[in-house]
């Protein structure tokens, strides 16, 4: 393979013209090729993290491209022999840059393409470009400071926000537009900025986040959708947004008047919510491979949650409910994520 050129200025970071970073775009095939993972400078890679990147590399739309941070890497050694006319580093196949920021990523991409079979679009994702940013003149302290830094002061974006701008991801898509024309979810309240509700005070029903792992439990059953399923909803945007706002109508005049309000009832819990979601696609939602469907008259399965007592009173719910921020004035009720299916099954008792 031949000598990687990447182009760009070295700008000197320190007094003593010591260290310097130069920023650039390199291929997707020339980071393979170049980085290198010291373990000593960068953490433990988490493969349960692998899986959702790669699902979003399978789903990327090719004329728009794939968005990454900037990968961060450091060069070891002097640069100057590998440095031309000022504005050209030439990096030989042998010499590489370790990873500082980016391993997790480039694990993603490697698993991606043990896995695809199109070649046509593995050439594209390969020769595709993404943002780097290359250190020179740091020690291995000097890396793995500059790695501590990265991790703890990062701000991730907030996931709400990434529903609303995200096009796309059709589910954003959906849960952006469902909410502009469905009055019911406008009443309710949904929090496009924030990924979690700052109770007691806050009374919204959920996050946009929230919603779109609602949805995607109402339709499929399950909170996190593949390719197919993904098409699935592109094939029938139309029915399944006029669906959706029909059905939050119906549902949230069988909930309480207030469905946000965690002092009165325990509908503004996430893992309630999800049991409904569990109830709904169950009850109404038929299973077809190709196509959603649900049931005739299935407004009549919704109606049936208004014969349950929501309250934080109902006895029903009291092993479920764990104090928060007890002997404040901001105290209340609060029911672990991981309860939704204990409820689903309380719901289903309740109603069969």
């Not at 993404?130 to 302290?141: A, E, N, R």
């Not at 699935?232 to 309000?261: H, M, T, V, W």
């Amino acid at each position: 393979m031949f000598d990687v050129k990447i182009l760009g200025t070295i700008d000197i970071i320190n007094s003593n013209n010591e260290k310097g970073v130069l920023s650039s775009q390199m291929k997707v095939k020339d980071i393979l090729a170049l980085y290198e993972i010291d373990k000593s400078v960068n953490r433990d890679i988490s493969y349960s993290r692998i899986p959702n990147i790669v699902r979003y590399i399978e789903n990327e739309d090719a004329k728009i491209g794939i968005f990454f941070p900037a990968f961060v890497f450091s060069f070891r050694g002097n640069p100057l022999p590998y440095y031309h006319n000022n504005f050209e580093l030439e990096v030989p196949v042998n010499k590489k840059l370790i990873v500082i920021d980016g391993q997790h990523r480039i694990k993603a991409l490697e698993r991606y393409f043990e896995t695809i079979k199109d070649e046509g679009q593995k050439e594209l994702i390969l020769n595709s470009c993404l943002t780097v940013q290359i250190y020179f003149g740091l020690s291995t302290t000097d890396e793995k400071k500059l790695f501590a830094d990265i991790n703890s002061n990062a701000k991730k974006v907030s996931m709400s926000l990434i529903t609303r701008f995200d096009s796309r991801d059709v589910l954003n898509v959906l849960v952006t537009e469902l909410y502009s024309v469905s009055d019911s979810l406008q009443v309710a309240k949904i929090d496009f900025e924030k990924s979690r509700l700052a109770r007691p005070n806050n009374d919204y029903f959920s996050t946009s986040m929230r919603l779109k792992g609602l949805i995607a439990i109402i339709l499929f059953g399950k909170k996190s959708l593949n390719k197919k399923e993904l098409e699935i909803l592109q094939k029938q945007y139309d029915d399944i947004i006029s669906f959706l706002n029909k059905l939050f109508e119906e549902l949230f005049n069988a909930l309480p008047s207030n469905p946000g309000n965690v002092l009165h009832s325990i509908v503004g819990h996430y893992a309630t919510q999800q049991a409904l979601g569990y109830y709904i696609h169950n009850s109404i939602i038929l299973k077809n491979n190709n196509l959603i469907s649900w049931v005739n008259n299935w407004e009549e399965e919704i109606e049936q949650l208004n014969s349950i007592d929501w309250s934080i009173n109902n006895p029903l719910w009291k092993k479920f409910l764990v104090v928060n921020r007890k002997n404040t004035s901001y105290e209340y009720f609060v029911i672990s994520e991981f309860a939704a299916d204990q409820l689903y099954e309380i719901i289903k008792k309740q109603l069969y």
